[in-house]
């Protein structure tokens, strides 16, 4: 198990940028492939983006594909995500994850996602 700490959210103008941190503790960080989701009022948590152990390999949900980018620090041990082009759409609680698995690919969904931070809000003004 790890413990996982987000930072960064805000309010912000659309089209702006923000920038999230997550950092991790507990166990060894690069053995975990980590997400990025995401919740918006009344609605499911969403999958945004995910990197692999080394974070070569990432991968995008098709909203935001092309304007958000997930990188991480094996040596600060946190995971990053960068967001542009933000607009009303994108306001939500966003929250990192830890995935332990072994899988060559790079999972989507909540279940596959062992341990969760408590979330930081982003909010896009129009």
């Known amino acids: 198990q790890v413990q996982l700490v987000e930072s960064g959210g805000g309010l912000v103008q659309a089209g702006g940028s923000l920038r999230l941190s997550c950092a991790v503790s507990?166990?060894?960080?690069?053995?975990?492939?980590m997400g990025w989701f995401r919740q918006a009022p009344g609605k499911e948590r969403e999958f945004v983006a995910a990197s692999s152990w080394g974070g070569r390999s990432t991968s995008y949900a098709d909203s935001v594909s092309g304007r958000f980018t997930i990188s991480r620090d094996n040596v600060r041990n946190t995971v990053y995500l960068q967001m542009s082009s933000l607009n009303h759409e994108d306001t939500a609680a966003y929250h990192c994850?830890?995935?332990?698995?072994?899988?060559?690919?790079?999972?989507?969904?909540?279940?596959?996602?062992?341990?969760w931070g408590q979330g930081t809000q982003v909010t896009v003004s129009s």
């Open positions: 994850a830890a995935d332990p698995s072994r899988s060559s690919i790079l999972h989507t969904r909540e279940a596959q996602y062992a341990d």
């Open positions: 507990g166990r060894t960080f690069s053995d975990y492939r």
